[in-house]
């Protein structure tokens, strides 16, 4: 066996990402169709298939149809679509789905992404290690065996059913006129944007008006990367925001599941603040309802402003390891109304627990747009805190590391093991908190930090790099 047909080699823990041509192929997608389809005995049933703008997405979706149709399932075709509407159609329809993208990553990558019925993540832990076991198998006999009633193949758009299902989650009736400068990034956003923002669905106009960058899809990526966590992407649509003297910026990612948001000032909002904004406003409309025992999800390197504010709100939140499969199962074991991450993942209950990075948009717009300061003034009630943001380390010897943050913090503060390493210190008028965590894929230690005070951060973060990087 090759590497190139070793399918572990590039099936991570949650999905699948690989390089098109040598590690993703048609034979490889083919029998990743009927892995699928056998993991999840989707024989006789059907499952939904929708792909991104890359040039391989569509012949991969072929590929992949070939071999859920030879096991039995019927396979509905989404086409172009982003991943949060593969979701939508997930949950909306009751079956399994796939999708491919491969996010932010260059165009020489594709991927999968698989969920079971209605949105179920699925990891390494839950159905993942079986498809891709299955898949191998079929590869090394060379073919996928036909079942004797193969499935059939039908075609369905769900755009507009999805544009008007998050129209009716989050009640825009009280916005004021908004400027919105969005950067697709030649994504799907491109797509998805003007048929919830606007009117591209049949929907209803609403008071906003949408100045659009780089809305054509195209999974070449020509004018930058579309991945918002990196600030070098955001340039074009800070500038753009000042420019048009906007009121705020939005930036999707590739497949449009993440959102990332900048002020009227071309300042970025943090995806802490975005999360302590719509767990608020969940947490008031679920209460409304009359539910009691309200959980909210947050994994544990958002702004301690996070679980703050699902105090003071009235429920109990719910600190998690990072990762959105383990979230989307928290979510569910828990009841949680939503989930935030620090990377811009936002989880909601009324979604089957998938994450969606336009409805969290929808919520941020709904309660901004209700009142009439600045966005700058409007997010600082929700960024009080000042945070070091992701820091990345090459580390070839993790424990060595950890052991030198213990021994140099011992006497100070106290130590957390959820998810890599944390610790917290500090009195209650100069708090301090860090995590260290792993890469899953890669020999790198990451390093998160916050304080109370700037002055404290900063030290704290300097003193724990070169702990980390000595």
């Excluded at 034979?27 to 298939?49: H, N, P, R, T, W």
């Excluded at 039908?154 to 004021?176: F, G, M, N, T």
């Excluded at 809305?215 to 420019?243: C, K, M």
């Excluded at 970025?268 to 767990?279: D, E, K, L, M, Q």
């Amino acid at each position: 066996m090759t590497s190139a047909t070793d399918l572990s080699v590039f099936i991570k823990a949650y999905d699948v990402r690989g390089l098109v041509g040598s590690q993703l192929t048609d034979e490889v997608v083919e029998a990743l169709g009927a892995g699928f389809v056998d993991e999840l005995d989707a024989g006789g049933s059907s499952i939904a298939v929708g792909h991104d703008m890359r040039d391989s997405s569509p012949g991969f979706v072929e590929a992949f149809a070939r071999g859920a149709r030879a096991r039995g399932a019927t396979v509905v075709m989404l086409g172009l679509c982003s991943t949060d509407e593969t979701y939508f159609a997930s949950g909306r329809y009751d079956m399994p789905a796939a999708m491919f993208t491969a996010s932010h990553n260059p165009a020489t990558y594709n991927g999968i992404k698989f969920c079971r019925a209605g949105a179920q993540g699925i990891s390494l832990a839950t159905g993942l290690a079986g498809i891709r076991d299955r898949a191998q198998a079929y590869l090394e006999a060379g073919s996928v065996p036909a079942v004797e009633q193969p499935g059939a193949l039908e075609h369905r758009d769900v755009l507009a059913e999805y544009a008007a299902y998050l129209r009716e989650l989050v009640d825009l009736s009280a916005l004021r006129p908004l400027r919105v400068v969005v950067d697709a990034g030649n994504g799907m956003g491109g797509m998805t944007v003007p048929a919830v923002l606007g009117t591209a669905a049949g929907l209803a106009a609403l008071p906003i008006e949408v100045i659009p960058l780089y809305f054509e899809l195209d999974g070449t990526f020509p004018t930058h990367e579309a991945n918002p966590l990196e600030p070098e992407t955001l340039r074009d649509l800070q500038a753009a925001v000042l420019e048009h003297g906007a009121d705020l910026g939005l930036a999707f990612d590739g497949d449009a599941d993440r959102c990332f948001v900048v002020d009227e000032l071309g300042q970025p909002v943090t995806p802490s603040a975005v999360a302590a904004v719509v767990a608020l406003r969940e947490i008031e409309r679920v209460r409304a309802t009359g539910e009691q025992g309200i959980h909210v999800v947050h994994n544990l390197i958002t702004s301690r402003i996070v679980p703050e504010t699902i105090i003071a709100a009235g429920a109990t939140p719910v600190r998690t390891h990072v990762g959105h499969s383990l979230i989307k199962d928290v979510m569910r074991d828990t009841g949680a109304i939503f989930g935030g991450e620090h990377s811009a993942h936002y989880y909601f209950r009324d979604f089957w627990g998938a994450d969606n990075g336009m409805l969290a948009a929808l919520h941020l717009l709904a309660e901004f747009g209700k009142q009439d300061a600045a966005l700058s003034q409007f997010a600082a009630r929700f960024s009080p805190y000042t945070a070091s943001g992701e820091i990345n380390s090459v580390v070839t010897d993790v424990p060595a590391a950890y052991t030198r943050i213990v021994e140099a913090f011992t006497s100070r503060a106290t130590f957390d093991e959820l998810d890599g390493l944390t610790v917290s210190g500090g009195a209650t008028d100069d708090w301090w908190w860090f995590n260290v965590r792993p890469s899953n894929t890669e020999p790198l230690l990451r390093l998160n930090a916050e304080a109370l005070h700037v002055s404290t951060m900063e030290a704290l973060r300097d003193e724990v790099l070169a702990l980390i990087r000595a």
